[in-house]
């Protein structure tokens, strides 16, 4: 990654329907040393629509973080769409859930998804989750910079 790249504020699709989650969520974001630019949808048609006008307008995530268990349409159909769209198959998303059932961890990964985290019910850990999940994703992991929304000017 260039060192230009590097300065450009990273944003974050937060699919979240429970407002205490999204909260604590938001909060672990912020404590990030860097912290991102931060979109928040509260279902999975929301997101979807999110992800269709920005991929249009001012260029998509650099992640979602995606709870599975949304009004609407589900995460895991979410998951779907944004990995059979060749527009948004290469936007990393990581599952932050609280279902830690051994089906959707793996329908999870079979529908392509980079991380499945389950969300820690202890305040701290919630929050050291979401921040480690901010610093990999973020951070020490390389992003995909020649997709066509990042060839428009900041």
């Known amino acids: ?45 929301q997101a979807l629509e999110f992800l269709t006008q920005a991929e249009v307008e001012q260029g998509l995530p650099d992640l979602v973080l995606l709870d599975l268990k949304l009004p609407k349409l589900g995460g895991l159909e979410v998951l779907r769409r944004i990995r059979t769209n060749p527009g948004t198959s290469a936007v990393p998303v990581v599952v932050l859930t609280s279902s830690d059932e051994e089906g959707d961890v793996a329908r999870a990964y079979m529908d392509g998804v980079n991380s499945y985290v389950c969300k820690p019910v202890d305040y701290n850990a919630f929050l050291t989750a979401v921040g480690s999940i901010a610093e990999f994703w973020l951070e020490v992991s390389a992003l995909p910079t020649d997709r066509p929304d990042r060839d428009r000017p900041a």
């Open 1 to 45: 990654m260039s060192l230009q790249a590097s300065r450009i504020k990273k944003t974050v699709l937060l699919v979240e329907d429970n407002a205490d989650d999204e909260h604590l969520t938001l909060r672990g974001l912020r404590k990030h040393t860097s912290p991102p630019e931060v979109y928040v949808a509260r279902d999975g048609s």
